[in-house]
């Protein structure tokens, strides 16, 4: 049906006149629109069923109606207080305008706020949600105006902005709270030995220093897990296996992954102990969680992998148990004669502002939420002063851009956010011993354990 056919002129012309204007979309009486103050049906009280041209009112030099026809079409050319008057309706609010930090918004206008979202309401009142955002310039502002206290700076980073806390704990962390099986995991205490004042794996043993960033995905729990399994396999070959192995293998086919959502450690140490994983070349990470691809098999080659060509391997990369290490020397002693480990820490908010000196948990975060997070160990020094100030070297996985080119400096020896509660490492089953491994091997160092 030709809807245009049943308007007259009039009607059509007003429909035009009364939608440049905006004055139908307002009440009556909005101050906004002196020109046209109204009332219309109000005034001669009068309300029509159906279409009639004669329940109509003057509007400048045209008419407004009054009918319920307008109602079925949306016509604009109803008088403005049609729906207040005639239905019973409560008044649309005046559009207005908002001033919010300096600038003035109209009316349902929204805006972003780093986090969060505002709005220019009734009055002039804007409304902002409330989350907390990862990071905001009065954070920065804060950490750095002590930093000579507390001994390290904060910056904005592009990343975290517009995140709120609650994505970055989610997404940005990904390790779940260390289980019963982490925390009861073997033991393992190093000899005493010399240890220097300064130790980096990386520079010592000429690691591969590229820093992994596992984007938007809660996967520090295996990206650190196959990043420290990578080093050892690289120490303990003397580089004759140096592989960066594949998380995106274990986060796309262990049982227990939650994918995005997080998971455990032993889960993952368990997955290179039982099954072993490929090369990232070959099973390349993506930051989201996908359909396992590699099945019954552990041969590389029949997973349509590359073989490495410094040694003839066909078998999936994989390691002995995981164990966990006692304290502050027998993790520097391990490091130094093994290769990296993983540690896990709590994550407070002021951590994702970090930029560069040696962290510790400031007072300066005004939010007490928290997440767990896995990283590489791979060193530790001291800084030079009447009273030393000693730290481990960590790289974390959010890509080189963030810290001290990916890395971070942390408080060492007074178990800064739990960084050395739960340290854990493993042996690699290096080409060479892959047929002792098949026969059961441990380990050349299982008798140290308690």
């Not at 035009?16 to 009440?27: E, F, H, N, P, R």
């Not at 310039?137 to 000579?148: D, F, G, K, R, Y």
């Not at 120490?235 to 227990?256: D, F, G, T, W, Y």
């Not at 041969?299 to 410094?310: E, M, Q, R, S, V």
Request: proline fraction near 5%; aromatic fraction near 10%.
């Amino acid at each position: 049906m030709n809807l245009i056919g049943h308007f007259k002129p009039h009607r059509i012309l007003l429909a035009c006149c009364l939608a440049l204007s905006v004055i139908v979309t307002q009440a009556a009486y909005n101050p906004l629109f002196p020109d046209f103050p109204g009332p219309y049906c109000e005034s001669v009280r009068q309300c029509c069923s159906d279409r009639q041209d004669s329940c109509s009112l003057r509007i400048a030099d045209t008419l407004c109606y009054c009918d319920s026809f307008c109602e079925r079409d949306h016509s604009p050319d109803c008088c403005p207080d049609y729906q207040t008057f005639c239905k019973g309706l409560p008044p649309p609010p005046p559009l207005t305008t908002c001033l919010h930090n300096g600038k003035y918004y109209n009316y349902s206008q929204t805006m972003r706020e780093n986090c969060n979202t505002c709005k220019c309401g009734a009055e002039g009142r804007m409304t902002c949600t409330n989350d907390v955002c990862i990071t905001d310039e009065a954070l920065v502002h804060n950490v750095n105006l002590i930093s000579s206290s507390l001994g390290w700076e904060a910056r904005n980073h592009s990343e975290f902005w517009g995140r709120t806390l609650k994505e970055g704990l989610k997404l940005r962390l990904g390790t779940l709270e260390p289980s019963f099986k982490v925390k009861s995991m073997a033991r393992l205490t190093n000899k005493a030995t010399t240890i220097p004042r300064h130790f980096n794996a990386v520079n010592h043993w000429g690691l591969n220093d590229e820093i992994v960033d596992q984007g938007w995905c809660g996967t520090s729990w295996v990206v650190s897990t196959t990043s420290v399994a990578s080093d050892r396999f690289a120490v303990h070959s003397k580089n004759r296996e140096v592989v960066q192995l594949s998380p995106q293998h274990i986060l796309s086919c262990a049982r227990r992954s939650r994918g995005c959502n997080g998971g455990h450690l032993d889960v993952a140490w368990r997955f290179l102990n039982k099954y072993g994983v490929v090369d990232d070349d070959c099973y390349p990470y993506n930051p989201k969680e996908t359909q396992c691809r590699i099945h019954h098999t552990k041969d590389l080659l029949k997973a349509g992998c590359a073989p490495p060509t410094n040694v003839p391997r066909r078998d999936f990369y994989s390691t002995g148990p995981a164990y966990s290490l006692n304290n502050e020397t027998d993790i520097m002693i391990e490091i130094m004669e093994s290769g990296p480990v993983q540690a896990t820490m709590r994550v407070y908010r002021d951590f994702f502002s970090y930029s560069r000196g040696v962290y510790r948990h400031s007072a300066a975060s005004r939010s007490e939420d928290f997440g767990f997070h896995s990283v590489r160990l791979v060193g530790w020094g001291e800084e030079a002063g009447y009273n030393p100030i000693k730290y481990w070297i960590a790289a974390n996985s959010w890509g080189d851009w963030w810290g001290e080119d990916g890395y971070f400096r942390i408080l060492r020896g007074s178990n800064e956010c739990l960084i050395e509660d739960y340290v854990l490492a493993a042996w690699p089953y290096v080409y060479d011993d892959i047929k002792d491994n098949r026969r059961g091997r441990r380990g050349r160092r299982a008798h140290h354990r308690h």
